[in-house]
């Protein structure tokens, strides 16, 4: 039984092969072959020496590396006059797959340690603060263009009670502005020496219909609340105002 075995820094037969081409400084593609053939030799003597069982991988590269040995003596000349392959082609091929995917490795297990010390949110279900947001994807065509006709005029719908409530916002705060306007105007007839004002008095110059309305609203309540008289001989008249403690007939 083969067991793949680690020493010093060597996982594997090629691991040694790589790591000897390395510290030769030899090109992966140019390998001395005689050179690096004794030492994995002297690496795999060791083994023994230290009554550790080489697996059968470290067994078969040496083997190979022997092969490849012989091979290189021979003549690489053919009959033809033709040069026969390098013996170290396939070997070199091998080492540079290994090479390559040993970086990989390497780049991968880099990934893992910088992932392992990243803090991640268990994730959880949100289902029930979103509902089922594709409802509509199950629709048939009829039902979904009635139901965004529906959203729009929910929307458009919003939009307008929005405005009309801004409206009568602006018009809430111009009522109580008139309101107390007309107070402080009732309040200084004594002391200008009047006895009344003249509606058409309370108008502001630039202001408009809205302001029309929104004085006339104002002495009305004034006059329900008793804060002030009113009174209009004709119809269509001038409205003549008076402070409350006034009498009106005067």
Do not use: C, W
Not at 35 to 61: G, W
Not at 68 to 97: H, S
Not at 111 to 119: I, P, Y
């Amino acid at each position: 039984m083969a067991y793949k075995i680690r020493l010093n820094v060597f996982e594997g037969p090629f691991d040694l092969l790589v790591y000897l081409i390395e510290r030769a400084e030899m090109n992966i593609y140019d390998i001395q072959i005689s050179v690096i053939t004794r030492q994995y030799l002297e690496y795999i003597r060791m083994m023994e020496e230290s009554d550790v069982a080489a697996s059968s991988e470290f067994m078969v590269l040496a083997a190979t590396l022997i092969d490849i040995k012989a091979r290189m003596l021979l003549p690489r000349i053919k009959e033809d006059g033709t040069e026969t392959e390098d013996p170290r082609t396939d070997l070199t091929k091998r080492l540079v797959e290994y090479v390559r995917y040993k970086k990989a490795a390497a780049a991968l297990e880099n990934q893992r340690e910088f992932a392992r010390l990243k803090l991640q949110k268990p994730q959880e279900d949100l289902l029930q603060y979103t509902g089922e947001p594709d409802v509509y994807l199950r629709m048939e065509m009829d039902s979904f263009i009635h139901a965004f006709k529906n959203f729009i005029h929910r929307r458009a719908k919003g939009e307008e009670l929005q405005r009309i409530r801004r409206g009568v916002e602006r018009q809430r705060l111009s009522l109580e502005k008139k309101v107390s306007l007309i107070g402080k105007l009732l309040a200084g007839l004594r002391k200008a020496k009047q006895k009344l004002l003249k509606f058409s008095e309370l108008l502001s110059g630039d202001g408009g219909r809205p302001d029309h309305v929104v004085t006339l609203i104002a002495v009305l309540d004034m006059a329900s609340a008793g804060t002030l008289k009113a009174r209009q001989e004709t119809s269509f008249g001038e409205i003549e105002i008076f402070p409350a403690d006034e009498p009106a007939e005067e």
